[in-house]
């Protein structure tokens, strides 16, 4: 059974950083395209990075580029987001998700309807 948990959000002053984390059981990590989604109050969710675990490729938001970076560590199944800059409008919960790469993880990476397993998300604060 593949499950994700995240960890590492919180409250911070913007321009501050944070890292998120996200451990993963219950499935062959390195088969796997690994997400990192957002949703803000009142607005639909939308992808911030994504990286496909077995070949290091990683692919990031408009958005967030410049800011924000998805990693991996394989020795601990985990996928992390490091986002430095923060802004108010980063505000959001994060959730992490995942799904096996039948097709490149560059394709339609951003859009949530092809991951089939979520965590149960984690908040992030960015205040003024």
């Known amino acids: 059974q593949v499950q994700l948990v995240e960890s590492g959000g919180g409250s911070v002053q913007a321009g501050g950083s944070l890292r998120l984390s996200c451990a993963a059981s219950?499935?062959?990590?390195?088969?796997?395209?690994m997400g990192w989604f957002r949703q803000a109050k009142e607005k639909e969710r939308e992808g911030v990075a994504a990286?496909?675990?077995?070949?290091?490729?990683?692919y990031v938001a408009d958005v967030v580029k410049g800011r924000f970076t998805i990693s991996q560590d394989n020795s601990k199944n985990t996928v992390y987001l490091q986002m430095n800059g923060l802004k108010l409008e980063d505000t959001a919960m994060y959730y992490c998700?995942?799904?096996?790469?039948?097709?490149?993880?560059?394709?339609?990476?951003?859009?949530?309807?092809?991951?089939?397993?979520w965590g149960q998300g984690t908040q992030v604060t960015v205040s003024s």
């Open positions: 998700a995942a799904r096996p790469r039948t097709v490149m993880c560059g394709r339609g990476w951003a859009d949530g309807m092809r991951y089939n397993s």
């Open positions: 219950g499935f062959t990590f390195s088969n796997y395209c």
């Open positions: 990286i496909y675990i077995g070949g290091g490729f990683t």
